[in-house]
């Protein structure tokens, strides 16, 4: 099968991080969002990576859809678990999902005061999930699992933002912050992006263009549960 793709993509890096997962072989082209092929174009409604073709030459697209075509076509990665269970684990998921665009637009923040309102909408999503997190290394378990594979672009791009610039978008949530290590203690997260992808995301995220690229600091606010109202954030 093949992935269309754009380098620093999230919804990409979970389709990519679940074929990762179940060692299912792939190739991946990428493209420039800004010079659209059309043949691209041709088998994207949308518009929008990332395109899963199959080996039967089918082209998917939606990352919700595609992730759970691969989930039902191969092994899946817990078998044993109760409808409702799959139904919640896909409402958690896509949790995840509709909030790769918030942390896109937080770390493009080009002052301060839109950084902390912008992280104030992200840290809601870490708030629920925080509550959320038992004391397995995996949401569902012992064994990695769909919810886990969504929230793993959110954690890696946490990562290297703190890492970059010092800026903790997780802020004081113990559970979070445990299983972010244990999602990115091995090499899944650098598997499932291109060998340069942190240099390509830096240049965009991080640059002299956005407030975090520039070395800025939000003082004296975590991003707690309390701090993400309109009153702070």
């Not at 269309?4 to 890096?13: E, G, L, N, T």
């Not at 004391?135 to 946490?158: C, K, N, Y």
């Not at 003082?219 to 702070?232: G, I, L, P, Q, R």
Request: charged share 25%; glycine share 6%; with cysteine.
């Amino acid at each position: 099968m093949k992935i269309v793709s754009f380098k620093i993509c999230p919804f990409v890096q979970r389709v990519t991080a679940l074929l990762e997962v179940k060692g299912i072989d792939y190739d991946i082209e990428f493209i420039s969002l800004k010079d659209k092929p059309q043949w691209f174009l041709d088998i994207s409604p949308n518009g929008q990576v990332p395109v899963l073709i199959t080996d039967n030459g089918q082209a998917l697209f939606e990352s919700d859809a595609i992730v759970e075509y691969i989930e039902e076509a191969y092994p899946a990665l817990q078998p044993d678990i109760s409808l409702e269970t799959k139904a919640t684990n896909r409402a958690w998921s896509y949790l995840a999902s509709k909030n790769y665009l918030v942390q896109c637009s937080a770390q493009r923040s080009p002052d301060a005061d839109i950084l902390q309102e912008r992280s104030g909408k992200l840290g809601k999503a870490f708030d629920r999930i925080e509550n959320q997190l038992g004391d397995t290394p995996f949401f569902g378990g012992e064994s990695i699992g769909m919810v886990d594979i969504a929230w793993l672009p959110l954690l890696h791009r946490a990562n290297i933002v703190e890492k970059h610039s010092g800026y903790d978008f997780l802020g004081n949530r113990p559970k979070l912050k445990a299983w972010q290590h244990i999602l990115l203690s091995d090499d899944l997260a650098e598997k499932s992006v291109a060998p340069d992808f942190e240099e390509s995301f830096s240049n965009f995220y991080l640059s002299d263009q956005t407030y975090l690229g520039r070395g800025g600091r939000v003082e004296n606010c975590c991003f707690s549960e309390a701090c993400a109202t309109d009153a702070c954030c």
